[in-house]
């Protein structure tokens, strides 16, 4: 996985290129492995630009057993696993846009003791985001290659970002 540079703090923004399936999986993995209090993460991309893969990766990081598929909750809305902490995995896709998050309990879920990623959290009201969090951008890049911006919001979230590139596995 190449890591690109960019203008802003490495703490603050980071920003990767992966060239498949497995590489968008090695990064949520890499991330999971590295949280160990609640915080929230919002995946925004498009239709498969690499969030459930990345979901998929951060629950294996966050020891969600083998047993349990993780799979974008599109007609769920949240799936809950267990592993070292909490994962809630939620899925806005087809909601309304702006989704108000606290009817339908996702604000409540941010006070939760776990890791929430929320896919299509580009349709939540900005007032509705925590202060502290994740949020993911992924792009398109190619044919298998996605492009994925991590921008970090609050101390302990930038500190995550911190030399995430020596947790990831060696590039083919």
């Given at each position: ?7 802003l ?16 999986v090695?990064?949520?993995r ?35 057993p ?9 007609y ?9 902490l ?40 900005p007032a ?16 298998a ?10 101390l ?17």
């Open positions: 996985m190449k890591v690109a540079p960019t203008c703090p490495a703490a603050t923004i980071r920003a990767f290129e992966s060239r498949g399936h497995d590489q968008t090695d990064l949520g890499a991330l999971g492995r590295r949280l160990n209090h609640a915080i929230t993460l919002f995946l925004i991309g498009d239709l498969g630009s690499g969030k459930t893969a990345f979901a998929q990766g951060l629950a294996q990081g966050l020891d969600v083998p047993s349990y598929t993780v799979t974008s909750p599109t769920t809305l949240i799936n809950e696993y267990p592993g070292r909490p994962f809630f995995h939620v899925d806005l896709y087809r909601l309304p846009e702006p989704v108000d998050a606290d009817d339908i309990g996702l604000l409540d879920l941010f006070d939760e003791e776990g890791i929430v990623a929320v896919e299509w959290a580009q349709r939540l009201h509705d985001r925590p202060a502290q969090r994740l949020e993911l951008f992924f792009g398109i890049a190619g044919d290659s996605r492009s994925i911006r991590i921008i970090a919001y609050g302990g979230p930038s500190d995550l970002l911190n030399d995430i590139d020596n947790w990831l596995p060696p590039s083919p």
